[in-house]
């Protein structure tokens, strides 16, 4: 059974940093292509950053240069690194791994970053 668990999340200030940890479990996640989702209240989710199984990465347009998608494949855990961050940046963040076994897209259950003064 594949599951996702994300962590990292919280309360942090305009300009400042977060980290969020994706662990996976029930499958190798390097060969699976992978992505930080998030979604604010009343707004479609939508894709912030990827990473291919061949680690190549593609952002959003609105955290280019501030956010870093990444793999530990010894940890089996996807991170993304969060800088500069905006109020706009306020969303319920969910890691999402897209099976090259069965085609299926599995979800975390998500994690809340609240960027606020």
């Known amino acids: 059974q594949v599951q996702l668990v994300e962590s990292g999340g919280g309360l942090v200030q305009p300009g400042g940093s977060l980290r969020l940890s994706c662990a996976a479990s029930g499958i190798i996640s390097r060969i699976h292509p992978m992505g930080w989702y998030r979604q604010a209240p009343g707004k479609q989710r939508e894709l912030v950053a990827g990473?291919?199984?061949?680690?190549?990465?593609n952002y959003a347009d609105s955290v280019k240069g501030r956010f870093t998608i990444s793999r530990d494949n010894a940890k089996n855990t996807v991170y993304l690194q969060m800088n500069s961050l905006k109020p706009k940046d306020t969303a319920v963040y969910y890691c999402n791994l897209q099976s090259l076994l069965n085609s299926r897209n599995y979800w975390g259950q998500g994690t809340q970053v609240s960027v606020s003064s």
């Open positions: 990473i291919a199984g061949g680690d190549s990465t």
